[in-house]
């Protein structure tokens, strides 16, 4: 594969990301009104792995990929010391799903039971 091909390769996961950023926006702005893309709005959060801003207690990383990425190493790269980080996870043809530690998931049903949720 030469130069150019690998070049549109990567312009296109690179549109795909972006997009996908973007549908988790529409998708979460009935929770989250104010939610937007870090590109649109704080460049040093998405340089630290956060793509989505205004989300209260949760940090998005948003990945659009063919195969499943490595949550741990995703989730590891986020910052650690204050929301609840989750990763967003489009996969081609398969649906979004959404992963998060198991400290983050336990904080989560405490919250819920705490509020008599559940």
Do not use: W
């Not at 070049?7 to 989250?32: A, N, T, V």
């Amino acid at each position: 594969m030469n130069t150019k091909e690998r070049s549109k390769i990567g312009k296109r996961s690179r549109r795909s990301g972006h997009g996908f950023e973007r549908l988790l926006c529409q998708k979460l702005k009935p929770y989250f009104p104010d939610v937007m893309t870090a590109r649109a709005g704080d460049r040093s959060s998405d340089n630290k792995g956060i793509d989505l801003l205004h989300t209260d207690c949760f940090s998005f990383q948003a990945k659009s990929s063919i195969n499943f990425p490595n949550p741990a190493t995703v989730l590891k790269e986020m910052p650690q010391e204050t929301n609840l980080n989750v990763l967003a996870v489009k996969l081609k043809n398969k649906g979004i799903y959404f992963v998060l530690d198991e400290e983050d998931f336990f904080e989560i049903i405490a919250m819920m039971k705490s509020n008599q949720i559940i």
